[in-house]
């Protein structure tokens, strides 16, 4: 998902999911950066978006 979507629609659909952090908290667009730093996974990048 990280690289398909920006953190804030990652944050959206984690929240319609009913996740929580591991806090018990809402998801965030900040929430989602911080993790994806910790484990270093790539974020979104508009340019590479394909439409799909």
Not at 28 to 35: D, E, G, P
């Given at each position: 998902?990280?690289?398909?979507?920006?953190?804030?629609?990652?944050?959206?659909?984690l929240?319609?999911?009913?996740?929580?952090?591991?806090?018990?908290?809402?998801?965030?667009?900040?929430?989602?950066?911080?993790?994806?730093?910790?484990?270093?996974?790539?974020?979104?990048?508009?340019?590479?978006?394909?439409?799909?």
């Amino acid at each position: 998902m990280a690289t398909r979507w920006s953190d804030a629609d990652i944050a959206a659909t984690l929240n319609r999911m009913g996740m929580q952090t591991g806090q018990g908290k809402t998801w965030t667009a900040r929430r989602v950066q911080s993790l994806r730093t910790v484990h270093k996974i790539s974020g979104y990048r508009s340019s590479d978006k394909n439409g799909e």
